[in-house]
């Protein structure tokens, strides 16, 4: 079974500053992939960015970008230039490409001050 | 991006009834679907994983015969729950698995549904 682990129940950082959200994960899966979700006061999830395994490099996306560490089964988020949009829970998730679902971490509220 | 709905938006029914939940999958076809279940400020809860035309596979813990899920084609899905209760208030979110604009295996979700029983 996978477990994943997000050890920040609670973070905050001042706008326009960066931060980094920690993710750590177990599996003995080779194929699988890693994703981390936004969701809102609005309560709806939004995917904010995906990684393969067996891609090495790190996923971006705009001000996201990951720092993924397979051989330590590592997978922190990094936002950069902070909004206070980015203000939400923020989810990390492994979907086992075999047994087709996902395992999510417990969240991290992360808020961002004015 | 992929679009997944969910109606209704939130429900309120008396104790006993049964309320019926749709997830569609707007422009992909979802190979799978899951059901989950989220309390406030925690995590997401798997109940379910429905792939079309099967018997949708339960998590632990979870009664197929209080909570069941027909997936009828790729593209909808329904979680009815049945005599519902006080205790189910929560709430539900789907989610569907496809092909992303890239090819990529992604997972998408619908906006949720908050269902109170009184």
């Known amino acids: 079974a996978q477990t994943v682990t997000q050890s920040q129940p609670e973070m905050s950082v001042q706008e326009a500053e960066t931060v980094t959200l920690s993710c750590t994960y177990d599996t003995s899966e080779n194929n699988y992939y890693l994703f981390w979700y936004k969701q809102p006061p609005s309560r709806q999830m939004i995917l904010v960015i995906r990684q393969e395994a067996y891609k090495q490099q790190n996923a971006t996306e705009n001000r996201f970008s990951v720092n993924f560490q397979k051989a330590a089964k590592s997978f922190s988020l990094k936002i950069s230039d902070s909004q206070l949009g980015d203000t939400a829970m923020y989810f990390c998730a492994f979907l086992n490409t075999n047994a087709g679902k996902s395992t999510f971490g417990d969240g991290t509220t992360l808020t961002v001050k004015p | 991006g992929a679009v997944v709905s969910q109606h209704p938006s939130r429900v309120i029914c008396k104790s006993g009834t049964s309320v019926k939940i749709e997830c569609r999958s707007l422009?992909?076809?979802?190979?799978?679907m899951f059901w989950y279940r989220q309390f406030p400020k925690q995590s997401l809860m798997l109940m379910a994983t429905s792939n079309e035309g099967s018997k949708a596979t339960y998590e632990q813990g979870v009664e197929k015969d209080k909570f069941l899920i027909n997936h009828a084609s790729l593209t909808l899905s329904t979680l009815t729950v049945t005599s519902a209760h006080p205790e189910d208030s929560s709430f539900y979110i789907c989610s569907a698995r496809g092909l992303n604009e890239r090819g990529s295996d992604t997972q998408y979700f619908g906006p949720g549904t908050r269902l109170t029983v009184l």
């Open positions: 422009d992909f076809q979802a190979t799978t």
